[in-house]
């Protein structure tokens, strides 16, 4: 159960974070240099599926696992809410202003579903004897760890 959460974990860092690296840029970055990777994309489906069907047993984890857990996941559902937003409001031609305001909001929320996701992922990983790649993002020209 435990390594299951890690893949989901990584697998949504992989395809909502990593891959949309442009959102983490500042506005000034991408007027210097056109977007070379399309920023949205529809999410299909359910994102957490594993969690979803864990939920019961999520309890049965050590109290500062499963509250890792649930704050991760917590944290990772109001970062995709941002995301469908900015998407919303960047296509029906929102000023500017507005638009950047809502990438300040997403990229504050990308540190703090880092954080913990790292820290769900340390202490799964712990219980099941499971590796996990370290979660970094793509800011402006050199990468930034998320989390110690």
Same mark, same amino acid.
Not at 26 to 37: A, C, D, G, L, N
Not at 56 to 74: C, R
Not at 101 to 123: G, S, Y
């Given at each position: 159960? $435990?390594?299951?959460?890690?893949?989901?974990?990584? @697998?949504?860092?992989?395809?909502?974070?990593?891959?949309?690296? =442009?959102?983490?840029?500042?506005?000034?970055? !991408? &007027?210097?240099?056109?977007?070379?990777?399309?920023?949205?994309?529809?999410?299909?489906?359910?994102?957490?599926?594993?969690?979803?069907? /864990? $939920?019961?047993? !999520? +309890? +049965?984890? %050590?109290?500062? !696992? #499963?509250?890792?857990?649930?704050?991760?996941?917590?944290?990772?559902?109001?970062?995709? =809410? /941002?995301?469908? $937003?900015?998407?919303?409001?960047? *296509?029906?031609?929102? %000023? /500017?202003?507005?638009?950047? @305001?809502?990438? *300040?909001?997403?990229?504050?929320?990308?540190?703090?579903?880092? #954080?913990?996701?790292?820290?769900?992922? &340390?202490? /799964?990983?712990?219980?099941? +004897?499971? %590796?996990?790649? *370290?979660?970094? !993002? #793509?800011?402006? *020209?050199?990468?930034?760890?998320?989390?110690?």
């Amino acid at each position: 159960m $435990a390594t299951a959460l890690v893949f989901e974990i990584e @697998q949504f860092y992989i395809r909502h974070v990593n891959q949309r690296a =442009d959102l983490f840029k500042s506005w000034e970055e !991408i &007027k210097k240099h056109p977007r070379s990777v399309e920023i949205f994309h529809v999410v299909v489906g359910k994102p957490f599926v594993v969690y979803e069907s /864990l $939920a019961g047993e !999520i +309890g +049965g984890f %050590d109290p500062m !696992i #499963a509250k890792a857990v649930i704050l991760s996941y917590g944290s990772m559902a109001v970062l995709l =809410d /941002l995301m469908k $937003a900015y998407e919303q409001i960047h *296509t029906s031609g929102e %000023d /500017l202003a507005h638009i950047e @305001q809502m990438r *300040t909001k997403i990229r504050e929320q990308v540190n703090q579903t880092l #954080a913990f996701m790292v820290l769900a992922c &340390k202490a /799964l990983s712990a219980l099941s +004897g499971t %590796d996990f790649a *370290t979660l970094v !993002i #793509a800011k402006e *020209t050199a990468p930034l760890p998320c989390a110690s």
